[in-house]
């Protein structure tokens, strides 16, 4: 399975930007999907996940209410738009897939360990 994330760069605080991330090799149905991120000097943090069927979302509090995670399981992508960016959006995004033996919550997928693939990151700019 190859992760390929897409669409970061550089944006105003403010701004908007969606990161895109392609699923290849197994069937993109068959996995939940999660975005996580990594600023400069910290650890990587979860920012959201989809389960495998798209009906069920989960956010960390820090971008509740401002990013939004989807899928298009035609495409075997999953998008993670942000919206109202803030400086301290600022890191490196990650995109990664779980295999999901049943539709589970995507609540279950708010930690790293749970994933099986992950992509290359993607690199997110946010100037004050």
């Known amino acids: 399975v190859q992760l390929q994330a897409s669409g970061g760069g550089l944006v105003q605080a403010g701004g908007s930007l969606r990161v895109s991330c392609e699923v290849s090799?197994?069937?993109?149905?068959?996995?939940?999907m999660g975005w996580f991120r990594q600023a400069p000097g910290k650890e990587r943090e979860f920012v959201g996940s989809i389960s495998r069927s798209g009906s069920t979302t989960a956010y960390a509090d820090s971008v509740k209410g401002r990013f939004t995670i989807s899928r298009d399981n035609a495409k075997n992508t999953a998008y993670l738009q942000m919206n109202s960016l803030k400086p301290e959006d600022t890191a490196v995004y990650y995109c990664?897939?779980?295999?999901?033996?049943?539709?589970?919550?995507?609540?279950?997928?708010?930690?790293?360990?749970?994933?099986?693939?992950w992509g290359q990151g993607t690199e997110v700019t946010v100037s004050s």
């Open positions: 090799g197994r069937t993109f149905r068959n996995y939940a």
């Open positions: 990664a897939a779980g295999d999901a033996a049943r539709d589970y919550s995507a609540s279950y997928y708010s930690r790293s360990y749970k994933y099986d693939y």
